[in-house]
């Protein structure tokens, strides 16, 4: 089955300014990953092509990974870039003409940012209008506590603004039962646009995983898979590795890949339902060449 990776990173520790939050005791992430490193991690895989997402917040970085991109014999299909939202639009403008880019998003790690509700600050919207109009997307990197202004948000936009979540947006998906404000959150999203989540980032979630069994991982992990197949349905679930940040759950990317086809496929997914999530949903709602 053809694959395409939504969701992965690269960094050089030469640029280590660029990543605020990438520190010398995070063993498992503080090495150089570039695409050379990438095309091992999937070498026992079907991935076939992927979108590089920006991990620092200047757009130096996005530009570093567009070259890198250029130079990648075209295993990178696409670039999800930073960009200062209010000051920056020129450059975006510039990029979007150029032939050799391959901007597809932007990413504004809302996560990190001090204010909750900065995604309603009224002076993103000529950026936000340029994104429509080019038809960027714009991908969320939330907690459950941003859902509810992002809703706001998208109300303003609806349906003109496409949108990804990213990893789901982060549930805790430790407890005995599923997150009531994130179903909450996620189902109006899931009823009201068309907005896509990305099938990422939840191994990482998951509490001392490095003592948990196969069989005990993909326990947690199901009520989340059927929620999300459920309201999303397949035609709006878009896989991702989110490599070289997977490596610290203790599990490989082609583990993830494994783990959650198993998964799909318990849930009574079929082999098309399968080639969407992994491969023709991220192609067309990124517009990939
Ligand atoms: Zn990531």
């Known amino acids: 089955m053809k694959v395409l990776d939504s969701h992965h990173h690269i960094w050089k520790l030469n640029n280590r300014d660029w990543y605020g939050w990438l520190k010398p005791e995070m063993t498992k992430l503080y090495k150089d990953y570039d695409i050379k490193d990438y095309r091992e991690s999937i070498e026992v895989t079907d991935i076939e092509g992927s979108i590089l997402v920006q991990a620092a917040d200047t757009h130096n970085e996005t530009l570093f990974m567009i070259k890198e991109s250029i130079g990648s014999n075209g295993l990178v299909k696409g670039v999800v870039g930073w960009f200062d939202m209010v000051t920056e639009i020129e450059i975006v403008q510039q990029l979007v003409q150029s032939p050799t880019s391959n901007l597809v998003a932007?990413?504004?790690?809302?996560?990190?940012?001090?204010?909750?509700?900065?995604?309603?600050?009224?002076?993103?919207?000529?950026?936000?209008?340029?994104?429509?109009?080019?038809?960027?997307v714009f991908d969320a990197l939330v907690f459950p506590r941003h859902l509810p202004y992002l809703i706001t948000f998208y109300q303003r936009h609806n349906p003109h603004l496409k949108m990804v979540i990213d990893h789901c947006a982060k549930p805790d998906i430790n407890g005995l039962s599923l997150d009531n404000q994130w179903c909450q959150s996620m189902k109006w999203f899931a009823t009201n646009t068309n907005v896509n989540v990305k099938l990422s980032g939840l191994l990482t979630q998951i509490q001392n995983i490095e003592n948990k069994t196969d069989k005990e991982i993909k326990d947690v992990l199901y009520p989340y898979f059927e929620f999300l197949l459920s309201n999303f349905t397949s035609r709006r679930l878009i896989w991702g590795s989110d490599w070289p940040v997977i490596n610290i759950s203790n599990h490989s990317l082609s583990y993830w890949l494994q783990c959650s086809q198993s998964i799909l496929k318990q849930l009574n997914c079929t082999q098309d339902d399968l080639n969407d999530i992994y491969y023709n949903n991220a192609k067309q709602y990124y517009n990939l060449k």
């Open 106 to 136: 932007i990413r504004p790690m809302l996560q990190d940012l001090p204010d909750d509700n900065w995604i309603l600050n009224e002076n993103l919207q000529p950026m936000i209008q340029l994104m429509i109009r080019e038809q960027l």
